[in-house]
């Protein structure tokens, strides 16, 4: 190739490269895909769950609240519930890793409310005092990023993979969805949303369906499924939710595929950038 042309080429694929905000979408594929993220492209959509859960990109390991929304109190940095056996497994991972913590004595109520998976907050005084505190041991909140990759981010990874999705943001997607919606066998799980995603969509990544299109029908899905829930008890906190499916959607409609540094999208009108 000439210089000339060499030069040209490189000004094209930079900006290329610049607009799109890293490597083109991938053509659609046949079978399962092997996308990995890098340690940057995880940390930035852990700070997308993080800003969606909590309106700041730091993980919020300290947090606790009663949502009123059937599950208890929601806990940690994906919230974790204490109507589940989430906060439960988590207090019992971190007494056996720091016996006599402040936490361990609401172990017998925590294991009752996850056996009847009751929404009851009665029965904890203290809790939210103590899970703060425990939040300031790296032990603790290492418990809580391992159930984190257990209950949310592995689930999304194996489906990315088995769906052929081969871009980063589709693994993000995937990821914030599992953490508010769970990866239960019910109406409202992500296993649910993709079934309803693929029919509309004729199929996956995996069966040459274009991901960016695959991704916009999930999208439609869980925004209709946050909107009308078969949980009731979910309602009003998901109807208020529906603006970080949207701006999931900013970042697919602006090809925001790579995850790379900077990612800038709009929350609730407001624009946002992490690094």
Not at 92 to 121: F, I, K, N, Q, V
Not at 218 to 236: C, G, I, Q
Request: aromatic share 6%; with cysteine.
């Amino acid at each position: 190739m000439r210089p000339a042309r060499m030069w040209i080429a490189a000004i094209l694929l930079a900006f290329l490269t610049g607009a799109c905000g890293g490597p083109a979408w991938p053509e659609a594929g046949h079978g399962p895909s092997t996308i990995e993220l890098t340690a940057t492209q995880r940390h930035l959509a852990d700070e997308l769950v993080s800003l969606f859960e909590h309106g700041g990109p730091d993980p919020h390991y300290a947090a606790v609240e009663a949502l009123g929304d059937g599950r208890g109190y929601t806990c940690g940095t994906i919230g974790f519930t204490t109507s589940s056996t989430e906060v439960r497994t988590i207090v019992e991972a971190y007494d056996a890793e720091a016996p006599g913590s402040r936490l361990a004595r609401h172990l017998p109520r925590l294991r009752e409310l996850a056996g009847a998976g009751s929404a009851d907050t009665a029965g904890l005084p203290g809790f939210a005092e103590d899970w703060a505190a425990a939040a300031t041991d790296p032990k603790f909140r290492a418990e809580q990023d391992r159930l984190t990759d257990r209950l949310a981010f592995g689930p999304a990874l194996e489906d990315a993979h088995r769906l052929g999705l081969r871009t980063p943001l589709g693994v993000a997607v995937l990821y914030d969805s599992a953490v508010q919606h769970g990866t239960d066998d019910d109406p409202d799980g992500l296993p649910a949303l993709i079934t309803r995603a693929t029919r509309r969509a004729g199929g996956t990544p995996a069966t040459g369906v274009d991901e960016q299109d695959w991704l916009g029908e999930f999208l439609d899905v869980r925004a209709e499924t946050l909107r009308n829930p078969h949980d009731k008890n979910s309602r009003d906190a998901w109807a208020e939710s529906v603006d970080r499916v949207d701006a999931l959607r900013d970042l697919v409609d602006n090809d925001r595929y790579g995850l790379e540094p900077p990612v800038k999208f709009t929350l609730d009108g407001d624009d946002q950038e992490l690094r």
